[in-house]
């Protein structure tokens, strides 16, 4: 079964489409002079944060480090413009009524 969910994945991202991980933010304590990878693609378990599931995808993570220690909404719904924080894309009907693990369908 996990063979077969990670394929799925694979071939979801397998494009410059990402997927919806959830269809809310994370808020994550963030400690200053660290760097992050945030995921792009939205196939990672570890969400926001990457885990390496893109291999098979053109969608690579967001290098960020972070400048103060401080929480900060990161983007889960991978629409965001702001990346890797969230600039409220989530709040969008088409994002809303998005599939998690899914693309957001465009009409």
Known sequence: ??????????ELTAGNTP????????????T???????CACGASRRQPFCDGSHRSGSLKPTSFTAEKTKARWLCQ????????????????????IA???????TS
């Open 1 to 10: 079964k996990q063979w077969y969910q990670r394929r799925v994945r694979e």
């Open 77 to 96: 719904c991978k629409q965001t413009k702001n990346f890797p924080f969230c600039d409220g894309s989530h709040l969008d009907v088409e994002v809303q």
């Open 19 to 30: 997927l919806v991980a959830a269809r809310l933010p994370s808020y994550q304590p963030l």
């Open 32 to 38: 200053e002079g660290k760097t992050y990878l945030w």
């Open 99 to 105: 599939t998690e693990g899914q693309p957001v369908e």
